[in-house]
């Protein structure tokens, strides 16, 4: 584990789901993910999220999930996905991690439409009435929402967020953060730009490839936000063929599948994702096997 200060600092594993081949949840398996990430050095995990597919699951499903990682690593190290199509479901969400005793939650801004900035701090707004530490998590590529250096600080000025997953990939807006809003956490939110986001300041990463390849991703960035380009660079660039699948469309069946030749049960995905497409799977496994075959794990 790293040296980290706050429950959201550190490697915190964007968890995936592992299913069962008729597609109900494994929550022995998830409860076992959880608990051999641990060991391997990450900090805690972060469920319910699109990496663990939270909305194919049903409300049951998602607070079980929650309720079953608390219950793995404890409470103080799960950080849940709240994010939901309406403002009062995602408070709702908040206030079942807060109950289970999480230490934050990730949330992101209104995603039905392209909301405005006045709706999006009205949503945070909202959620932050349940009390718990909220992660912003912004990745307008899909939400169509751009949580931006200007609006992030305005969000952190009026206490309604502790940090923010950055995913647009651009690491240029961490200084222009650092700037605005000098005292708002910066997560590494995408895989592939790791080692610049920590070198930019990053204090934790709200990773993927962690599932399959802990012991080395997690000394990947151990490496990176001490700023130790010698030992980071070599591993970067072995992991890189995998870190860039978190940011493709297939990044949850990509990961899954890295997991099961890795050894470990990811398993198949609910719909409306369908299995990689053949050679998109023999480019992902080429990748993982090497990787395996260099020693990396």
Known sequence: MTNRV?????????TALPLRDD?????????????WLVEQGCDGVVPNGSLGE???????????????AVAAVGGRNVMPGAGAYGSAESRRWAEQARDAGCGSVLLLPPNTYRADE???VEHYREVAKAGIPIVA??????????LSPALLARLYDEGLIVAVKEFTGDPRRAYELAELAPGLDLLIGTDDVLVELALAGAVGWIAGYPNALPASTVA????????DLETAMPLYRKLHPLLRWDSKT??????KLSMDIAGRRGGPCRA??????????????????????????
């Open 23 to 35: 597609l109900s949840v494994d929550f022995e398996g998830f409860a076992e993910h959880c608990r």
């Open 137 to 146: 998590y912004n990745n307008p590529y899909d939400t169509k929402v751009d």
């Open 118 to 120: 006045q709706i999006v």
């Open 250 to 255: 297939q990044f949850v069946q990509a990961i």
């Open 54 to 68: 939270y909305q194919t699951l049903s409300p049951e499903e998602r607070a079980k999930v929650v309720e079953t």
């Open 6 to 14: 706050k429950p959201w600092h550190g490697v915190m594993v964007a």
């Open 220 to 227: 990947l960035y151990q490496a990176a936000v001490a700023g």
């Open 272 to 297: 409306p994702r369908l299995p990689l497409e053949p050679e998109l799977e023999a480019v992902v496994r080429a990748a993982t096997e090497k990787a395996l075959a260099e020693g990396l794990r």
